[in-house]
């Protein structure tokens, strides 16, 4: 398995603005993906991200209120756009290999909309 | 489509006795299935996987699940529950599309698991 090392781990930001999430993978993985999940609830897909290309988001989430980035095989980042308090949440990336695996987590980011 | 039921979303037991937490899935294709167990303020770690080899799969801390086709169940059991077990479980589903599905996670909805002294 690899290590997702994920930052910031937790933040408080104000409402209007955003924040960019970062995960960095110590080795390269095929796939990664970012998750949501809000206070109580389970973990919800935002979006696979692809290297080099526009990440695939999933029903419900769009690239101007959540856009990614995917430089190389093993850094990602999320960003969370004019924020609201709707947007608290943990946000968590995952990354997966090039055979039948299990995905491997960040320890999350818990962020806070004031 | 493929969905994932976690029946119940509190499990209580005492130090000691059995734990079984529920997991059904619905999935057109043959699906791959995983627990997962997270600790407060923590990510996710996975305790086992079923990816079609043997229907009784062993993972990590005594946790075991069976994977049973004709329930559409993926059962997530331990015979003797300690306190450091009290977490969110949660039971996930993916599946083989030309290899562009792995790790690409449908969740349950969670099970808090309390485990008492």
């Known amino acids: 398995s690899a290590v997702i090392s994920q930052k910031p781990s937790r933040d408080i930001c104000q409402r209007g603005t955003s924040l960019t999430i970062q995960c960095q993978v110590d080795?390269?993985?095929?796939?990664m993906f970012w998750y949501r999940q809000q206070p109580g609830q389970s973990l919800t897909l935002i979006a696979t991200?692809?290297?080099?290309?526009?990440?695939?988001?999933e029903s419900g989430f769009v690239i101007d209120k959540f856009p990614i980035s995917r430089p190389n095989l093993t850094f990602s980042t999320l960003t969370v756009s004019n924020m609201s308090p709707e947007d608290s949440s943990i946000y968590l990336c995952?990354?997966?290999?090039?055979?039948?695996?299990?995905?491997?987590f960040g320890q999350g980011t818990r962020l806070t909309v004031v | 489509a493929q969905s994932v039921t976690q029946l119940g979303s509190h499990v209580s037991v005492s130090e000691g006795a059995l734990v079984l937490l529920r997991c059904n899935y619905s999935?057109?294709?043959?699906?791959?299935l995983f627990w997962y167990v997270q600790y407060p303020n923590q990510g996710l770690q996975l305790l086992l996987k079923?990816?079609?080899?043997?229907?009784l799969v062993k993972g990590i801390n005594g946790f075991e699940a069976e994977f049973k086709k004709s329930e559409t169940s993926f059962h997530l059991t331990k015979p003797s529950a300690h306190m450091s077990d009290a977490a969110e479980y949660f039971c996930?589903?993916?599946?083989?599309?030309?290899?562009?599905?792995?790790?690409?996670?449908?969740f349950g909805q969670g099970t808090i698991l309390t485990v008492h002294p």
């Open positions: 995952s990354g997966s290999g090039t055979v039948i695996t299990e995905a491997f």
């Open positions: 080795s390269q993985v095929t796939m």
């Open positions: 991200a692809n290297q080099g290309s526009e990440a695939t988001y």
């Open positions: 999935s057109s294709v043959p699906p791959y």
């Open positions: 079923y990816t079609s080899a043997a229907t």
């Open positions: 996930a589903v993916s599946f083989n599309a030309g290899g562009t599905s792995y790790g690409k996670l449908t």
